[in-house]
Nanobody, 122 residues
Framework: QVQLVESGGGLVQAGGSLRLSCAASGRIFSASVMGWFRQAPGKEREFVAA????????NYADSVKGRFTISWDNAKNTVYLQMNSLKPADTAVYHC???????????????WGKGTLVTVSS
């Protein structure tokens, strides 16, 4: 079993920055992929970014490339999402996720965090 707890969400003006954190506990295997998905009101959950627990290879959705950076601290079992140049379209609940392979399909995620709300005002 894996537990994921997100933090760092909040209200920010367009163009601003936020850093989300996801603390993981439980059976995090070296082959796991940590990622972030988001869900805006009335929309489906969508992939944002992912990073392999070993090797640090990362993947991003086209909508956030160049603005968001995913990273991890192995010693703390914590994954971060640095979000810069935020836009109102980035407003959503951001969920931490663990999967066995990199996937952009929410159905492929094995464990979910409860999420943290990010609101970007114009």
């Amino acid at each position: 079993q894996v537990q994921l707890v997100e933090s760092g969400g909040g209200l920010v003006q367009a163009g601003g920055s936020l850093r989300l954190s996801c603390a993981a506990s439980g059976r995090i295997f070296s082959a796991s992929v940590m990622g972030w998905f988001r869900q805006a009101p009335g929309k489906e959950r969508e992939f944002v970014a992912a990073i392999r627990w070993t090797g640090g290879i990362s993947n991003y959705a086209d909508s956030v490339k160049g603005r968001f950076t995913i990273s991890w601290d192995n010693a703390k079992n914590t994954v971060y999402l640095q979000m810069n140049s935020l836009k109102p379209a980035d407003t959503a609940v951001y969920h931490c996720a663990v999967s066995e392979i990199v996937t952009i399909n929410p159905a492929g995620v094995r464990y979910w965090g409860k999420g943290t709300l990010v609101t970007v005002s114009s």
